[in-house]
């Protein structure tokens, strides 16, 4: 049973650098099916994809995001990291870290993405 | 980015009752779609891919159909456990968005 587990400050100060990581467990973070995805959530709110990471290292980010975002992966640890910098109280959310799943369809080729594996989450407070 | 709005935004019904969620995209994202169970304090849990497909593990109670822009999830008998928030979410180009939520509760 894959398993994932965020980890890191629940409170950073205002302009500073909030960083996360996602450990994997029950499973590969190298194997190719996979991207691996942060999600985040405001509190009260619906739910914002941040960006995901391949295992070779290549990297998509929400356009949408006010903030840096990086999103890194260490295969040898079996770990993806979240790195968001000069953070403000607009920040404050629950990261959730989130396995992608990339399912090719049969005929068309197409590709699904979906999350189907998630961490409990981790509550980080922008504040100082 | 594609918007991705649900109705209604709460929902209230009895265990046992016949629920429809409806979730529109701003594009066509053909059956790009995804359903997600959110309870308070937990992560979401995928429930349905591409439209329609039921995710291992998943009560066949919950059904999803659409194409386009337009799509449903059903719920064909609530269960005690089955009141959350549900959200949908297009994968048909990134960045991947959501639903704003539909708050389903006893009534």
């Known amino acids: 049973q894959v398993h994932l587990q965020e980890s890191g400050p629940g409170l950073v100060k205002p302009s500073q650098t909030l960083s996360l990581t996602c450990s994997v467990s029950?499973?590969?973070?190298?194997?190719?099916?996979?991207?691996w995805s942060w999600i985040r959530q405001h509190p009260g709110e619906g739910l914002e994809w941040i960006g995901y990471v391949y295992y070779r290292g290549s990297a998509f980010y929400n356009p949408s995001l006010q903030t840096p975002v990086t999103i890194s992966i260490d295969t040898s640890r079996n770990q993806f990291s979240l790195s968001l910098s000069s953070v403000t109280a607009a920040d404050t959310a629950v990261y959730y870290c989130?396995?992608?799943?990339?399912?090719?369809?049969?005929?068309?080729?197409?590709?699904?993405?979906?999350?189907?594996?998630w961490g409990q989450g981790a509550l980080v407070t922008v504040s100082s | 980015d594609i918007q991705m709005t649900q109705s209604p935004s709460s929902l209230s019904a009895s265990v046992g009752d016949r629920v429809t969620i409806t979730c529109r995209a701003s594009q066509s994202i053909s059956s790009y779609l995804n359903w997600y169970q959110q309870k308070p304090g937990k992560a979401p849990k995928l429930l349905i891919y591409?439209?329609?497909s039921l995710q291992s593990g998943v009560p066949s109670r919950f059904s999803g159909s659409g194409s386009g822009t337009d799509f449903t999830l059903t719920v064909s008998s609530l269960q005690p456990e089955d009141f959350a928030t549900y959200y949908c979410q297009q994968s048909y180009n990134t960045p991947f968005t959501f639903g704003q939520g539909t708050r389903l509760e006893i009534k």
């Open positions: 591409a439209a329609s």
């Open positions: 029950g499973g590969s973070i190298s194997s190719g099916d996979y991207y």
């Open positions: 989130a396995r992608t799943f990339q399912l090719q369809r049969r005929g068309t080729g197409g590709w699904d993405y979906f999350f189907d594996y």
